[in-house]
């Protein structure tokens, strides 16, 4: 059923190749052609703040502006947030506090900007978190409530404990693959969720993690990442073609059945029609 609703996960720090073999839910769904699978590589820098702006707006840093973590601003340009709002649709979020300072208000504010609800900003619903540590158990918690409550038409969610245990044991550790383990097995609770209420689910991530348990570079670990897509408009196979970060923005579109923004690249996605 057809429903033009979108749920995007941005999987903080989750490299390709772990995704692919510790993400054994995920890995069930592309085998039983429930989901298309896709190898992306991110934009420069491999940085947080960056590449949560590329991907919500489909634009690279050099238009975008958002060059550091260190740049705390609103956006400028028209996010999926923007235009889903201008299109009549519904938005929410349960994100990182960076995400409200993108798209709500900047600089955030911890003791009145954690619960945003019913507003008249771009995110509509927001549950911001401003601890790397929250618990993506808490956080797929309050996406399902922001879901079943608010009815969003495009709900965006990004975990952090990927990356937190990234930094601290880095990406060749028990640690890290323990915690993409503990991911999927978050998905594969929510994930039935969303389709059950006739929602679109894209899973993706911003930027990978290295040996040195870091991030910000050129090399494929810090910038090859997964893009798993769990849509009837979308071909469900395993495709062998590097996917540019920057076509994520204009499929969410696609999906939501709204016109992207002209700073968006055309869609080139094979099956994504």
Known sequence: MATNRVVLIV?????????????GYMQHLVESE????????????????????????????????????????????????????????????AAYHWVSELYNSAPFQVIQDRIQLDTEL????????????????????????????KEPDFLYIHPMNVDDDGHMF?????????????????????????????????????????????????TVADRHVPLFIVSDKVAAEVSD????????APLVCRLLGIEPSEAMVSLTLAGAW
């Open 170 to 218: 880095t990406a060749d550790s028990k640690e890290y693959r323990d915690r993409v383990l503990s991911v999927d097995a978050l998905l594969s609770m929510f994930l039935p969720l969303c389709q059950e209420r006739g929602y679109d689910v894209i899973v993706t991530a911003d930027h990978g993690m290295t040996a040195d348990g870091n991030h910000g570079g050129n």
């Open 34 to 93: 429930v989901a298309a699978r896709y190898e992306v590589r991110s934009e420069v820098p491999a940085l947080s703040r960056p590449l949560y702006e590329t991907i919500l707006t489909g634009t690279p840093p050099i238009v975008h502006g958002i060059h550091s973590n260190r740049t705390v601003r609103l956006s400028t340009q028209q996010s999926l947030f923007h235009l889903a709002k201008s299109n009549g649709k519904k938005t929410a979020a």
């Open 122 to 149: 771009p995110i509509e619903n927001g549950l911001f978190y401003f601890e790397d540590h929250y618990p993506d158990s808490h956080l797929f918690a309050e996406a399902s409530w922001l879901m079943k409550q």
């Open 11 to 23: 999987i903080d720090a989750l490299r390709f190749d772990t995704a692919c073999s510790h993400m």
């Open 241 to 248: 073609k590097l996917v540019s970060q920057l076509e994520i």
